[in-house]
């Protein structure tokens, strides 16, 4: 059985982002920049160590509604490690994934929970 055919475990993979979030803490040396939205709670401020042109780490501190905490854990594990280059087109990809644009998947990497997180926007963006 593929796991990420299953709704109920990518709803915990979900869940266990937003109780848990990975690489949420402060790095007040770091660079950031904050993002908030008007229409929610989140105000967060990411925070990024690069250097010779590497994503080396990435933090994040604020509060946020369930999936955008669980997308920016999720967006951390997958930007750490990449190229300056590498990233900009991942995080270019996702926001016109969370935008309902036309996207390259494969620059997602298979972050199913991801994609999931679309379809969850999908939702409250046009309900059934």
Known sequence: ??????????????????????????????????????????????????????VEDVAFIGTACTIATASTSMMTDLLIGKTVTEAQAIITEYNKMIHLKDYDESLLEGQLPLKMLEDKLIEFIVPP
């Open 1 to 54: 059985m593929n796991y990420f055919d299953d709704p109920l475990f990518l709803r915990q993979l979900i869940m266990d982002h937003y109780e848990h979030p990975h690489n949420k803490r402060e790095e007040p040396d770091y660079p950031h920049k904050q993002v908030s939205t008007d229409s929610c709670i989140d105000d967060l401020t990411i925070q990024a160590r690069i250097k010779d042109g590497v």
